[in-house]
């Protein structure tokens, strides 16, 4: 019914930068809140960035400053400017967003598959 698909993730050095991309798709109104998780391993997910419908954001504490969290509505499309990557960076990032579903605007959580960033020291 809906489905987030995660990109733009790789191998990079420590100071580069990526971008990924969460394309949203499927039957749905709208989408409210949406936002990045990080999981490395043997670490729980973690909380990376939130954005509000509206384009209001929060960040943790640990990529403020060097990452930007971003939506187009009409793409329907969520990203995650990633600069000055650090290997503590190193996880596999998570898109997740809140669908609001048919005419009742029900509400639905929906996760990617996710998308592995490696950063080299």
């Known amino acids: 019914q809906v489905q987030l698909v995660e990109s733009g993730g790789g191998v990079v050095q420590a100071g580069d930068s990526l971008r990924l991309s969460c394309a949203a798709s499927?039957?749905?109104?709208?989408?409210?809140?949406m936002g990045w998780y990080r999981q490395a391993p043997g670490k729980q997910r973690e909380l990376v960035t939130t954005?509000?419908?509206?384009?209001?954001?929060n960040y943790a504490d640990s990529v403020k400053g060097r990452f930007t969290i971003s939506r187009d509505n009409h793409k329907n499309t969520m990203y995650l400017q990633m600069n000055s990557l650090k290997p503590e960076d190193t996880a596999v990032y998570y898109c997740?967003?809140?669908?609001?579903?048919?005419?009742?605007?029900?509400?639905?959580?929906?996760w990617g598959q996710g998308t592995q960033v490696t950063v080299s020291s």
């Open positions: 954005v509000t419908s509206g384009g209001l954001t």
């Open positions: 997740n967003a809140e669908f609001l579903i048919g005419s009742t605007w029900r509400r639905v959580s929906a």
């Open positions: 499927g039957s749905f109104f709208g989408i409210n809140d």
